[in-house]
């Protein structure tokens, strides 16, 4: 079982709203940045968001990241049969000193 | 254009050791934290252990501290994974990642494509 807790699973129709939780504790997410990621079966992990809220070059502004004490969303507006995926929160843990993953979410997009 | 490619991988008896390199393509290496991460088939990815930029530290998870050891050669441009006494349970693709700064608290920004990892009799 997984230290930062997600849903394992989430649905929307295309073009709607969905938002992914993330929750954990005040020596991961309570004290360090969190990270999303999104992973398509076969195919290594890309990062989403970083630093709760900001997006790298490249990924659109339909992805948005938030955080709040110890937990985090993810939000994916205007849906897309191509957002359908596998997506990760991470962090780091100052008790344990070591990086941390949610237990993943798969989207889908019905 | 960042490029991380894992080698080592393959089929192992347990107890057994093996060891992953990472060699590390279009940025300054030394400028950056390195991690494993690694996800078992069918299931969820799982952080591995992770490096300073001047190995000054190392952190594992539990599953695996005392039988994996991470190093890094920055002259070399190249992260390694040592793992010992291999188990069954640590059959998984092992992802080799960079961190985005120098400490190990940051983001995974760039990934290799993996190294299976089979551990089995």
């Known amino acids: 079982q997984s230290v930062l807790t997600q849903p394992p699973s989430v649905s929307a129709a295309p073009g709607q709203k969905v938002t992914i939780s993330c929750s954990g504790s005040?020596?991961?997410?309570?004290?360090?940045?969190v990270s999303w990621y999104q992973q398509f079966p076969g195919t290594a992990p890309k990062l989403l968001i970083y630093d709760n809220d900001k997006r790298p070059s490249g990924i659109p502004d339909r992805f948005s990241g938030s955080k709040s004490g110890t937990s985090a969303t993810l939000g994916i507006s205007g849906l897309q049969t191509g957002d359908e995926a596998d997506y990760y929160c991470g962090t780091w843990d100052s008790s344990l000193s070591a990086g941390l993953f949610g237990g993943g979410t798969k989207l889908t997009v019905l | 254009e960042v490029q991380l490619v894992e080698s080592g991988g393959g089929l192992v008896q347990p107890g057994r050791s093996l060891r992953l390199s990472c060699a590390a393509y279009g940025f300054i290496f030394e400028d950056s934290a390195m991690h494993w991460v690694r996800q078992p088939p069918g299931m969820g990815l799982q952080w591995v252990s992770g490096?300073?930029?001047?190995?000054?530290?190392?952190g594992y998870a539990d599953s695996v501290r005392g039988r994996f050891t991470i190093s890094r050669d920055n002259a070399k441009r190249s992260l390694y994974l040592q793992m010992n006494n291999l188990r069954p349970e640590d059959t998984a693709l092992y992802f080799c990642?960079?961190?985005?700064?120098?400490?190990?608290?940051?983001?995974?920004?760039?990934w290799g494509r993996g190294a299976l990892v089979t551990v089995s009799s």
């Open positions: 005040s020596s991961n997410i309570g004290t360090y940045h």
């Open positions: 490096i300073n930029w001047n190995s000054g530290f190392t």
């Open positions: 990642t960079r961190g985005s700064g120098y400490d190990t608290y940051s983001e995974y920004d760039y």
